[in-house]
Nanobody, 122 residues
Framework: QVHVVESGGGRVQAGGSLRISCYYS????????IAWFRQTPGKEREFLAV????????YYEDSVKPRFTISRDIANNTIYLHMSSLKPDDTALYYC???????????????WGQGTQVTVFS
């Protein structure tokens, strides 16, 4: 089981920026795709972006382009999500997920962190 830990969440004023981090314990074929999702109470988990730690290719949900950017630090097994022009609607629990291939579906990721809370106030 891959160990996944998110960090960096917090409170930010609308219009501001925040970078959250995801540490994953293994770099293997089965952990090629590292994705960010978010969830609010009563709603389904929403896909945001995914990156391949091996080649750096990325894919984004249209709704977060171009405000969100996903990036990697291979040496430290860390993936980042930089969020800018934040809105109160971006308030959610943000999760990092690890899987073998790019997918927008939560069920296709085998390892998840506990989430980091992002709150955007106006």
């Amino acid at each position: 089981q891959v160990h996944v830990v998110e960090s960096g969440g917090g409170r930010v004023q609308a219009g501001g920026s925040l970078r959250i981090s995801c540490y994953y314990s293994e770099r293997t074929f089965s952990t090629n795709a590292i994705a960010w999702f978010r969830q609010t109470p009563g709603k389904e988990r929403e896909f945001l972006a995914v990156i391949s730690w091996r080649v750096g290719s990325t894919y984004y949900e249209d709704s977060v382009k171009p405000r969100f950017t996903i990036s990697r630090d291979i040496a430290n097994n860390t993936i980042y999500l930089h969020m800018s022009s934040l809105k109160p609607d971006d308030t959610a629990l943000y999760y990092c997920a690890v899987g073998q291939a790019f997918s927008r579906l939560p069920n296709n990721y085998h390892s998840w962190g506990q989430g980091t809370q992002v709150t955007v106030f106006s």
